[in-house]
C-alpha cells in the first residue's frame, strides 16, 4: 500500500485519537482502531526502509509501538495470558527495529531482519487470536468467548 502524505496524517490522526481516548485500549471497538492504526504504521515503515530512509521510518515505528502496548490490557482483561506474552513480545521486536535503526551506521540487512521478526511477532498472535478475513473483516477470536 502506498501511503500518501495525506493519508499518513489521517493515520497519525487516528492513532493520537486511540491514545488521546484511553491510554489503555480496553474493548473490541477501540482494539480494532489500534490495529488498524498499527498495521498502516508499519506500512509506512516498510514504504521507508524500502526507500532507505531509516530515521524517517522511527516515527510511524513509534507510533505502533505505543499504539499496540496499550492493548495488552483486552487480553489481560479477556484472560489470555499467552496472548499478553505476544504483545509483550510484538513490542519487544519493535523496540529491536527501533535500535537498528538508531545505529550511526544503519545496517540494512539487520533492519530487513528485524522487520521480518516484527511480522514473525504479528503473525503468532494472528494466527491464533485473529478470525475473519479482509473481505467480512477481522475479529478476535477467545477462548473465554
Ligand atoms: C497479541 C495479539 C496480536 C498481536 C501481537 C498483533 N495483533 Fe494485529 N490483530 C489481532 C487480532 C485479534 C486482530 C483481529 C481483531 C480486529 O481487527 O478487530 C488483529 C487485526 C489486525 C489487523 C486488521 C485490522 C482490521 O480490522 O482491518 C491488522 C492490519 C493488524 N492486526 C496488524 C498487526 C501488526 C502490524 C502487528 C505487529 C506489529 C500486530 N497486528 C500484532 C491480534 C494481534
Not at 69 to 85: F, L, M, N, Y
Not at 103 to 129: L, Q
Request: proline residues 4%; aromatic residues 4%.
Amino acid at each position: 500500500m502506498k501511503l500518501q502524505p495525506a493519508a499518513w496524517a489521517a493515520v497519525c490522526a487516528a492513532g493520537i485519537a486511540t491514545l488521546g481516548a484511553a491510554q489503555k485500549v480496553v474493548g473490541p471497538e477501540e482494539f480494532d482502531r489500534a490495529m488498524k492504526t498499527i498495521g498502516a504504521s508499519i506500512d509506512a515503515v516498510d514504504e521507508a526502509v524500502a526507500a532507505s530512509s531509516f530515521a524517517p521510518a522511527k516515527t510511524p515505528l513509534a507510533l505502533a509501538r505505543q499504539v499496540l502496548a496499550s492493548t495488552r490490557p483486552v487480553w489481560e482483561t479477556a484472560g489470555e495470558p499467552d496472548a499478553v506474552r505476544m504483545t509483550r513480545e510484538a513490542v519487544a521486536a519493535l523496540d529491536a527495529l527501533d535500535k537498528v535503526l538508531s545505529a550511526n551506521t544503519v545496517d540494512a540487512a539487520a533492519v530487513a531482519a528485524s522487520v521480518r521478526d516484527v511480522k514473525r511477532a504479528c503473525d503468532a498472535c494472528h494466527e491464533i487470536h485473529r478470525e475473519g478475513d479482509e473481505e467480512t473483516g477481522y475479529r478476535m477470536k477467545t477462548a473465554a468467548r
